[in-house]
């Protein structure tokens, strides 16, 4: 089984369906947290999450609850086109209040200002929860993905909604630990550091990666949730701990963290950046074995 972020109807589920092998049930979830907490029980084999809108960031649920509890791990993503469809109950009355994930509402604030200036705005846990609170009464329309209309039966007010036309979110599949998928040579790997508060620490985890010529793609920091002005910093970068460039440049981001959390290498969905060449780290590698041996100098 697969869980997801639901309920049936998010652009989660569609990047989970993506993700499913054909003999695979895709279950939903409420919220982030207890989507992940299915896996972790071994419930479900794993997970299908969001982790970053191209446009409103990081999905802070997500990042949060993947540094809590047992360890997840990451073995796919994926990155969705995201345009809204604006959905309402059927009828003429008008559209008081508009509902919708605070991530779906900072990607069609414009169109609702243009559009829908007198409704007042309502965060919900997720798009296609909207969508059933307005089935429900609770509000008058729902920003929602296009495929929610499949699930319930509401009327499509307005679709292709997008402020930046093209928009993408990326999601993650997430397990719990075990073998790693191959390497691909466009692999992304996830890391997140709990760091003391000392003058030059975030400079001691970038050089660990400048210094081996690694390509540092997304760096965000995180309150602890512990202490006002400690955070932890989420870090991806290209390549795949198997290699050797890598893996010799997550043992230095250990050396300098508190704490820190393999989040995952996984192939990327949309390749490009730059692969971390080894040749050179496996021949200096093979260089200091013979040194060592003192069959070189
Ligand atoms: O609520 C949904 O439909 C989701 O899948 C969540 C989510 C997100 O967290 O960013 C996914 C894509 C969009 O950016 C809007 C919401």
Known sequence: MLAYFGPSGTFTEQAARGFATPQQELVPFDTVPAALAATRRGETEASCVPVESSVEGAVPATMDALTEDEPLVAVAEAVLPVRFSVLKRPGDEPVRTVASHPHALAQVRHWLAEHLPDADVVATTSTSAAARAVLRGEFDAAVSAPVAVRHYPLEVLATDVADVRDAKTRFLLVRRPGPLPEPTGHDRTSVVCTVGDRPGVLADLLAELALRGINLTRIESRPTKDRLGEYRFYVDLDGHVAEPRVGDAL??????????????????????????????????AGWVAAVREGKDA
């Open 251 to 284: 043992a230095g981001l250990h050396r300098h963290c508190q704490q820190i959390r393999f989040l995952g290498s996984y192939p990327k969905a949309e390749p490009g950046g730059t692969p971390a060449g080894n040749d050179e780290f496996v021949a200096a």
